[in-house]
Every structure is written in C-alpha cells, then in structure tokens.
C-alpha cells in the first residue's frame, strides 16, 4: 500500500515537474505581453527597461532600436518611470532622438514638467552620431506632436532659488522689523515730549 502511495506521488510530481518546466508557446508569450502591458498601463511607475523596449516595439521602433534606447538611458541613469512618461507625451521617435542624444534625466524631468521638447533638428545630429538610426526611427515612427499628446497641465515656472540667506523675501521682512521699530521708537519719543 506504501508502495503504491509513494509511487503515486512520484508520478504527480513528475508530471506536475513537466507541465511547469514546458518551453512557452508563441500563443502564452503574447498572452503574457498583453497582461504585462495592461499591468504597466494601470500602474505605470512598475515599468522597467524591458517595457519600455516592448512599447517602443508596438509604436514601431526596430527591436535592435528599442534596446539600444532602453541601454543607452541605463547607461545614462534614466529611470524607466521618466521614459515612460516622456513615451507617454511625446512619443516613440523623440523619446529616441533625447536619449541616444545624451540629454540627462534632469532635464527629462524638466521638459516632461513644462511640457516642451527641446530642438530635435539639432539633437538628431548628437543622436545620430551617438548610434541611434534616425533616418530608419524617423520612417518607421509616425511623429506626434507634444501639443496635442500632453497630458498635464502647463504649469507656470517655479520660482528662481535663492542661496541661503540672499532670499529678498527676508531682506523687506527685515526692513518692515526694522521700520516698525524706529515707528515705535518714534512714538514712544513723541510720548515722552508731550508729556
């Protein structure tokens, strides 16, 4: 009775060993990009490199393309989340053309708060020479124009930084303190002459 027990068990698990270990079918990897994409899409700040390179590939970037954008950001220390973002209101091709062209993340973050996009006639060059096939990412990847893709608001710039203690906020703080003290020193001089 043990026997067969035992060998019983053994059986299940070969089977269940086999039915996990099969290699993925065509059909169960699309399966699984799709639920990878609406997961991405619900909750975008789990993104990483390998999603940014599969919606670069279905806005129609070359796969060789799209890891060489995904690489050349890791190697700049571009943040998955920031490129999706900047994919999100500008799109594939300018995407592209402002990593491979070496902007930093900085100033990612600062074109994706503003809403603008920096010159791309000039970044195409620095892109170009950098390795990134702008003629072939230009042809396969319609443009889309920042105007109509941005999603925020524009917001109105921040205000400028002061370094400490220059802030001139303080400085008309300071002149008000010291504007009412000469007024009471005034008045309480006027006190003592009238009486």
């Known amino acids: 009775m ?5 060998i019983g068990c053994l059986t299940v698990g ?4 086999t039915q996990v270990s099969r290699p993925a ?28 390179v599969a919606a670069l590939g279905r ?12 690489e050349r950001a890791h190697e700049q220390g571009i943040k998955p989340f920031t490129m999706w973002l900047w994919l999100e209101q500008f799109g594939a ?12 993340h900085e100033q990612l973050l600062t074109h994706i708060s ?9 970044l195409k060059l620095f892109a170009s020479a ?23 608001r524009k917001r109105p710039p921040m205000p400028p ?3 400490p203690g220059t802030y001139s906020g303080l400085e008309l703080a300071a002149r008000a303190r010291r504007g009412s003290a000469a007024e009471r020193l005034d008045d309480a001089g006027r006190g003592d002459v009238a009486a």
């Open 59 to 70: 806005e129609g970037v070359p796969v060789p393309q799209a890891r060489f954008i995904a």
């Open 93 to 104: 091709e300018v995407l592209g053309i402002v990593v491979a062209a070496d902007l930093t």
């Open 161 to 163: 930084i002061y370094e």
């Open 130 to 152: 950098n390795g990134l096939d702008v003629a072939d990412g230009a042809e396969a990847v319609p443009t889309r124009s920042a105007a109509s893709s941005v999603k925020a």
């Open 14 to 17: 070969i089977l269940l060993a």
């Open 25 to 52: 079918t065509d059909s169960s990897r699309q399966r699984s990009a799709r639920r990878r994409a609406r997961f991405v899409a619900t909750h975008p700040t789990h993104v990483n490199s390998a999603d940014i």
């Open 2 to 6: 043990s026997l067969a027990l035992l």
């Open 114 to 122: 503003n809403g603008t996009v920096p010159d791309l006639e000039e």
